[in-house]
């Protein structure tokens, strides 16, 4: 019984982020209520507290799901006999990233999932603050902790010049993913979307890698072949 127990209310779990995620994607995180949550899943708004004690908390469940869904993607792209991300180079990561894209804007759950939260929540809200930082922390493997590995490593192998910062290059790379996939979705991008990705990640690259016979310290972007 109580195995049983458990497994109903992981599926009813289940069912609340899911109806949470539609609803936050089409109304918007401020404007979606606990009862709407309720209402279109047929249960009292006290059934979904149960599961989750405030909004914030179901967003941070939410956020949860998704990026180890993005681990899980990215494990499944990872190259044959590697296991950890930790020793992965910034090409292969840029190459899961691009894959990673094109399975999002195929994907209803992903698309939506990324309109929330580029669209949906007011990230500079005060009320905001706890779920900012919890993120920020980063205590989650996802995309930007994925970019600033990758160029840890590469600055470790000496591909990489020393005074370039991991943080901005990650956080480049992101903003590069986020502005590219988001076109996508609103059909605003004029062009293939996986070779756009490819090739601004490629840019990236050379601006950051040591030139061919050249020492990795204080030297200038470009050079370093794709």
Known sequence: ????????AEKTRTRILASALALFARKGYEHTTFT???ARLKMTKGAVYWHFETK???LLALLDEMLAKFRRQTERLLPPGET???GLAFPVVADMMVRNAVQIVSDAKGTAFFLLVHEQVQWADVSM???RSELMRNKRFGPWAAFKTAVENEMRAGRVREDVDPVQ???VCVAIFDGIVHARI?????CDMEDTLRKSYAA???SIAVAPGASPAGQSPGGASD
């Not at 019984?1 to 109903?8: E, F, L, N, P, V």
């Not at 609103?186 to 004029?190: E, G, K, S, V, Y």
Request: charged fraction near 30%.
């Open 56 to 58: 914030q908390a179901l």
């Open 36 to 38: 709407d949550v309720a």
């Open 169 to 171: 290059v990650a956080s």
């Open 129 to 131: 603050a706890d779920v």
């Open 84 to 86: 950890s991300f930790e």
């Open 204 to 206: 990236v690259w050379r």
């Open 186 to 190: 609103a059909r605003l991008l004029q």
């Open 1 to 8: 019984m109580a195995r049983r127990a458990k497994q109903d």
